[in-house]
């Protein structure tokens, strides 16, 4: 009864969302159509009603998310230590990140569930498809302390692949073929992600007390994050995400997300639903899939197993990007995954809204060369009138204004609700929440267009046919130098630069309109410097406070006790014996 309940009331809210965005992106572009081009509109005017039809639908659908999620029943999870029957693995797949740091996680969570007892029942595996030999010998150092920690023999493994076939996928893949048989579940990590034992425990129990359960996705929260660029995406995970991702697992019910990390899988249904075809062609549109979480997410359900997204399971974290260029990056690698997704969009007996969810994931990048291409062809028709409709001026105002409404409104309703469900106090107060949520929409404005200049580059990288392959991630909190600064989006500039320039001689009237889009761009390597300066001050971290940052998290804090410990010399011992788990010595 309740899985019936659950299926009916995630099908009424999406027909409501796609209702609701699709009425408002064909007002949007027949009002538009209407305003600008008068009694006789041109293909111009045409084009730029549609274009603004594809971004209000998509822009519009992400806004109702939230809203939807602002307005949900709240549901608060105790996790309460128990024995789980089955047999969990905990698998970290490793790519040339720092050792120490990524081991000393695992560390920390181990001693937690040695603490509750529940040793026995969990595992823990090291995947490393390291490149760098110098880094690939470290990781023997570091797993050498890790063989010192309590109950670690025959329970915590490592283990490195010569060839990095599938990268992330593949690594995975490898495990569970080779050694999937010995346990029930896998907890998936990311090399920078940590989780409390409850919380571990929580979602193997989650699995035994539901067969049908294929996936279970958390909703992390970033810590540890020091850049003024950190902790406002420290923030909004902590504070907005979760309301954005309860709207969103009404929505999705059975049929949720994978994000690849921080997600307890059943090692069974993973195995029979999840090998990932190699597409057709070259990369960057062939090849091994890149994004491959959500295609995973979609042949579970074809499968007839259950994936859902729970953002009320606490204790789930994970590190960030300190700066603009390592977030770039790491969206670069997502947008190339994303747009992969075209040739899986028609694989047979996916269902509709693993489908639509896939879809979402390409319009995700491909909505900024959209709004660009808006701008671009509002700005040439401005310059080069041939309606009497393209004197009123005042319509790219009220488009401004319908987009800022639409992107403020969930999250102006999400600090009202925090008021009044309790959230807000967690936070440090309401009148906190309002100053942090204010700075966020400030900060992120600000850097809008330069994310967007970045993910069009991205967009159109790829359909050059150039491949962005999968850089490692530089994790630690660095000033931006400007000479890098500037390296990485002097492009960015000059387009700003020459499109103040041709607006101020071509169409005067429009400069004023485009000062929120350009004034950025021209100031990009300033605000990829100034962003990721340290915001630890006592103001900065009133401003973004975080729940993690008020209260003191165990795990948290024993993984940085162990970081401290590892950092000194070590004496010299005899590296172990690397270890292979497989289904026999298990």
């Known amino acids: 009864m309740a899985g019936m309940q659950a299926s009916r009331r995630a099908a009424i809210m999406r027909a409501f969302s796609l209702v609701i965005a699709s009425v408002s992106a064909i007002a949007a572009g027949w009002a538009f159509l209407h305003i600008i081009g008068g009694d006789e509109p041109n293909w111009l005017d045409f084009l730029r009603a549609g274009l603004l039809f594809i971004a209000t639908f998509w822009l519009v659908f992400g806004g109702l998310v939230g809203v939807i999620g602002a307005f949900a029943s709240k549901t608060m999870i105790t996790c309460v230590p128990t024995l789980p029957t089955g047999k969990t693995v905990v698998l970290i797949p490793i790519y040339n990140e720092d050792p120490v740091e990524t081991f000393a996680r695992i560390a920390a969570m181990n001693r937690e569930i040695v603490a509750l007892g529940v040793a026995s029942r969990f595992d823990f595996a090291i995947l490393s498809d390291t490149t760098n030999l110098e880094v690939a010998a470290q990781e023997i150092d570091a797993f050498e302390l890790l063989t010192r920690e309590p109950e670690a023999e025959a329970r915590i493994f490592y283990r490195r692949r010569e060839r990095n076939t599938g990268r992330k996928a593949g690594n995975i893949e490898d495990f569970v073929r080779n050694s999937g048989a010995a346990y029930d579940y896998a907890v998936i990590l990311d090399a920078d992600s940590l989780m409390e034992g409850k919380t571990l425990i929580a979602l193997a129990e989650r699995m035994d007390n539901d067969p049908r359960l294929g996936l279970l996705q958390t909703v992390p929260t970033v810590i540890n994050a020091d850049s003024l660029f950190g902790r406002m995406m420290a923030f909004s995970a902590a504070y907005l995400s979760p309301f954005f991702a309860r709207g969103a697992a009404l929505a999705q019910g059975d049929e949720g997300p994978y994000w690849g990390h921080n997600a307890i899988v059943r090692v069974r249904a ?256 300033l605000i990829i410097r100034l962003t990721s300066h340290s915001a630890s001050s006592p103001l900065m971290k009133n401003i973004f406070s975080i729940v993690t940052e008020r209260q003191v998290v165990p795990v948290i804090a024993e993984n940085k006790r162990i970081l401290q410990q590892w950092s000194k010399p070590q004496p010299v011992s005899v590296a172990p014996a690397v270890v292979e788990l497989t289904a026999e010595n298990a």
């Open 270 to 525: 993973f195995a029979q639903c999840c090998g990932l075809p190699v597409l057709s062609g070259r990369p960057p549109w062939g090849g091994h899939i890149l994004s491959h979480d959500y295609v995973e997410a979609a042949l579970l359900s074809r499968g007839g197993w259950k994936v859902r997204m729970d953002p009320a399971i606490p204790g789930s974290y994970e590190h960030g990007p300190e700066n603009l260029i390592e977030y770039a990056k790491r969206d670069r690698r997502w947008c190339q995954g994303n747009l992969q997704h075209h040739k899986v969009l028609a694989a047979p007996k996916l269902k509709f809204w693993n489908r639509f969810t896939l879809l979402q994931g390409i319009m995700a990048y491909l909505a900024s060369p959209i709004w660009l291409a808006l701008m671009i062809t509002s700005l040439l028709a401005t310059a080069y009138p041939d309606s009497p409709g393209e004197r009123l001026q005042f319509a790219p105002w009220i488009l401004g204004v319908g987009v800022a409404a639409v992107l403020l409104l969930p999250k102006l309703a999400i600090a009202l609700r925090g008021a009044f469900d309790g959230t807000n106090a967690q936070f440090g107060g309401t009148a906190r929440v309002l100053l942090s949520t204010l700075g966020e929409i400030v900060i992120s404005t600000i850097m809008a267009p330069i994310l967007l200049a970045f993910q069009t580059r991205a967009v159109i990288q790829i359909f050059l046919g150039l491949d962005g392959g999968w850089p490692a991630t530089e994790r630690d909190a660095q000033v931006v130098p400007m000479k890098t600064a500037i390296g990485a989006s002097w492009w960015i500039m000059l387009v700003g630069v020459i499109t103040i320039g041709f607006t101020m001689v071509e169409a005067p009237a429009f400069v004023l309109w485009l000062l929120p889009v350009t004034v950025p761009a021209v100031l990009a390597p």
